[in-house]
């Protein structure tokens, strides 16, 4: 299934610019940079997920707690079970 994406002009003259001389298409890169940013944007829901699932699982700092944890790395203060 093919689909048409208007680009604007400037993306397309830089899409030409960078594909001159080279082997490379403007469709091959513009097929990597939108598979990068899903990658990315698939990443980043997941992070978000996991991060909320710590929060309903009472699994948080308090700002205290954050910065004291910040202070000890910084200096190298290991935490002691």
């Given at each position: 299934m093919n689909h048409s994406i208007d680009?604007?002009?400037s993306l397309l003259k830089r899409l030409d610019k960078v594909t001159a001389g080279t082997?490379?298409?403007p469709a091959s890169i513009v097929k990597q940079a939108v598979m990068d940013r899903l990658d990315y944007e698939e990443?980043?829901?997941?992070?978000?997920?996991a991060g909320l699932a710590d929060v309903a699982a009472g699994r948080v700092l308090t700002t205290e707690e954050f910065w004291k944890s910040i202070n000890d790395a910084r200096c190298g203060n290991k935490k002691t079970a």
């Open positions: 680009l604007p002009q082997r490379t298409t990443w980043l829901l997941e992070q978000v997920d």
